[in-house]
């Protein structure tokens, strides 16, 4: 069974609340504008983060805000450096979260799934006569 890491959980909360406040309030890039960091995943070694975020600044391309982040990631393991007690503070990888997306997708799928379904039903009407099928004998009677 293999072991929980919950130093690399605590890390994981605390980089995301550190990154919440210096991408707010340190970072002078235009092109980032308004972020939600939404999931930080730090690797077992804790060497590298995968921090997902999502744009509310509708205007800019998601790509372009990455992109603004990647060129941000130096500066904000600097400053991370300093608040975290760690020897080594992990590299940093901005991806778009893009879990409302596929959660909106699957509930489309689902939609259009029940509603075919229910088309399909007004379509052909069951036959109740057809739904009732005789019982089977019993076992032990011959037929």
Known sequence: MPREFYR?????????????????????????????????????DLSHATVQFLPFDSTRPADEIADALKSASGFLRIQLRKHLQMRQVPELRFLVDDTIDKAARLTSLISSAVRSDAALAAAHPADPATETAEEPPPADEPT
């Open 8 to 44: 690399s959980r605590r890390v994981e909360e605390q980089i995301q609340r550190l990154l919440v406040d210096l991408i707010r309030r340190d970072v002078r890039d235009p092109r980032v504008g308004s972020i939600t960091i939404t999931h930080v995943k730090v690797s077992r």
